[in-house]
């Protein structure tokens, strides 16, 4: 483990200049980005020369060289905001209260709030280019009785509103599409045609982002406009023009040419904004070349091998197992640096070390994708003594799972609705539980036959013949269905069989609050599996660069080092793919979501899990086409020598 003052030299000489290039880049393009939505502002179809003329000479005003120095230091902040908040690994909220729990935190709050402030300039610099009616706050007029006085110009107003409003929702959105994930991409381009190429793409996510901007913030105005109108006025003893048209109703909201402006200061607005992340995105993914060994102690810690077992800032891991990717595929020169023996001493310190590692990491995510798949599978609920059948519980989303061997109903809180479930165990059936809210009486005269039909003695020859009831029911031989006070939710034993039933308690009711809650807390099954593999673009890198190095030590390894770590490298994969496998059994692992194209926020992290599936079987088609029968020789245990026999056999 590196020393926080070690690992700290990346932070400081490579990626604060990456971000700091970055910013002159955004800031050298917004010349011509000003000019053009100054065009735009002022042009006119009916007087075109006219218009590029009064362009031109406001362009050379002393209020249009202000207004850009303002504008170059909102892009100066926000180019040092990404540099603030960005992430290699998004935060994905599993459930609604952890979103939740996201937007209201301080961090986020201090975020929106600087966001807020920089829209109001950005807006008050667009309410100067455009001039006109938007140029000033307050302009004076004449009462009834000739007495001058300031009234308030509200189309002022309402485009320094907007701004704020903008930010504020640029801030939210943020958050919710992860917009300060910065990903990985795996075809490597020259930053110019990356920016190139991604151009259109933040145009069309900044128009289509302002237009819906626009449209949420004139729907608030028109019910809370009144409120910064008051305020404004009072703070700064001004009038409001009983004449003009208040912009917080209908008829003043049905100003098109004011729509119009609206939006276009929010695409403005949105565009540098977006045009800032996107150069921060290509700056700070670039490739960086680690060195293999240094011939200096003092830089040792600046080496590959040394720089992947650094945890913080994950930034620097992510660019060392990068390089490393790309070492092991393109450049044989440093692979001969990884093979090499230390002198004096001859070991393979550098192999060791990378090797270490990288198994490292795949073996954390084989164990935390069976911890996960142990808890899907429990999900709180015990298993049966029974043997031969399988249960099933439907729970309020109507989401089931299978399990591996014998599962029985779970415990159920006090404000859910417990499920009596019946399942079909004969393998290849299908099951359909059967779940109820209330609870019939079958002694009643209006029982249902069906229901009777359910509790009579079966058939063998029934389809539902060795069907396991729930304990509820064996608790309670007249009752299909209990309350869920009927259970004791802290983990008692149940009531026997043959046990006499207690009276009939009346259920409690759980209260609103407690309700809303709990629906909040129930995790979204796919934002769980996304979440699980947030990280795994470092494992791809680790699997592509152990299978590449693997697969040219058949013929570049002159000592044989990795031949010595080959039986660990293939059970490793190995056991990784059984556990990813069974991952991808799962009713939500397997489905894959839509990319939305409306967003400037990264999606790429929602599909790692597929990339890493498709990733670990060619690597490890990689290592058996390269050795072929010789990996017979390798020790393994039976399950992995059969399941790499399917490889070899091109079987998987």
């Not at 990288?358 to 709180?380: E, F, K, P, W």
């Not at 034993?493 to 209260?511: C, R």
Request: glycine residues 4%; proline residues 6%.
């Amino acid at each position: 483990m590196l020393s926080a003052e070690q690992s700290s030299w990346f932070v400081r000489k490579v990626i604060f200049w990456r971000a700091v290039a970055s910013i002159a880049w955004a800031v050298l393009l917004l010349p011509p980005i000003t000019a053009v939505f100054v065009i735009i502002s002022r042009f006119s179809l009916l007087h075109p020369i006219q218009a590029v003329a009064e362009c031109l000479s406001f362009l050379t005003s002393a209020s249009a060289i202000f207004s850009f120095i303002l504008l170059c230091g909102v892009i100066i902040m926000v180019g040092f905001l990404n540099l603030e908040y960005y992430t290699v690994i998004p935060t994905i909220a599993c459930s609604k209260i952890a979103l939740l729990g996201q937007l209201l935190h301080p961090r986020q709050f201090v975020n929106s709030l600087a966001h807020c402030i920089m829209g109001i300039i950005v807006a008050w610099c667009c309410a100067i280019t455009i001039g006109g009616r938007y140029e000033t706050i307050a302009y004076p007029s004449t009462q009834g009785d000739g007495s001058p006085q300031m009234c308030l110009n509200e189309y002022h107003l309402i485009l320094l509103l907007a701004g704020a409003f903008v930010g504020f929702s640029h801030s939210l959105l943020g958050v919710i599409y992860n917009m300060n994930y910065v990903s990985f991409h795996s075809v490597q381009q020259y930053k110019y045609l990356r920016f190139k190429g991604s151009l259109s793409l933040v145009l069309k996510c900044s128009a289509t982002q302002a237009l819906y901007s626009v449209r949420n913030y004139i729907v608030v105005y028109f019910f809370l406009g009144y409120v910064p109108k008051a305020w404004i006025c009072k703070t700064l003893n001004l009038h409001l023009n009983s004449s003009v048209h208040p912009l917080d109703s209908i008829a003043g909201l049905l100003d098109l040419s004011l729509l119009y402006h609206l939006w276009i200061s929010a695409s403005f607005l949105l565009f540098t904004w977006h045009m800032t992340l996107l150069l921060f995105r290509i700056f700070v993914t670039e490739v960086y070349s680690f060195p293999v060994q240094s011939s200096f102690t003092e830089d040792a810690h600046q080496c590959l091998p040394k720089v992947l077992t650094d945890k913080q800032p994950m930034i620097l891991k992510f660019l060392a197992l990068q390089d490393f990717a790309l070492l092991s595929q393109h450049s044989p020169s440093r692979r001969s640096e990884v093979f090499s023996l230390s002198q004096p001493g001859g070991h393979p310190h550098n192999w060791n070390a990378i090797s270490k590692e990288c198994l490292s990491l795949l073996a954390d995510l084989t164990q935390r994708l069976i911890a996960y798949h142990d808890t899907v599978a429990t999900n709180g609920r015990a298993k049966s003594l029974s043997t031969g059948s399988e249960r099933k519980t439907s729970s309020e989303s109507s989401v089931t799972s299978v399990t591996e061997d014998l599962m029985s109903p779970r415990p159920t809180l006090l404000m859910r609705t417990p499920a009596s479930v019946f399942a079909r165990s004969m393998v290849g059936c299908s099951q359909s539980p059967l779940t109820a809210p209330f609870t019939p009486d079958l002694d009643s005269p209006f029982a249902s036959p069906a229901l009777r039909r359910l509790t009579a003695p079966m058939d063998q020859c029934s389809p539902w013949f060795g069907t396991v009831q729930s304990p509820h029911i064996m608790r309670r031989a007249p009752k299909l269905w209990s309350t869920s006070t009927d259970s004791k939710v802290n983990g008692s034993p149940q009531a026997s069989p043959a046990s006499v039933p207690s009276p009939k308690q009346e259920p409690s009711k759980p209260s609103l609050l407690a309700q809303f809650l709990q629906n909040r807390k129930e995790q979204l099954p796919e934002a769980s599996s996304q979440a699980l593999f947030a990280d795994s673009q470092a494992h791809i890198w680790a699997l592509e660069g152990l299978s590449y190095l693997v697969q040219s030590s058949f013929s570049e390894d002159q000592f044989g080092v990795v031949q010595t770590a080959l039986p660990s490298i293939l059970s490793c994969m190995l056991g990784l793919q059984e556990a990813v496998d069974r991952h991808f059994k799962l009713p939500h692992a397997s489905s894959k979501p839509v990319r939305s194209a409306s967003s400037m926020g990264d999606s790429t992290h929602k599909t790692l899990r597929f990339a890493l599936r498709a990733t670990l079987k060619t690597s490890i088609y990689r290592i058996t086409t390269t050795f072929g029968n010789h990996l017979n020789a390798v020790q393994m245990s039976a399950e992995h020598r059969k399941r790499l026999q399917q490889f070899l056999e091109y079987k998987e």
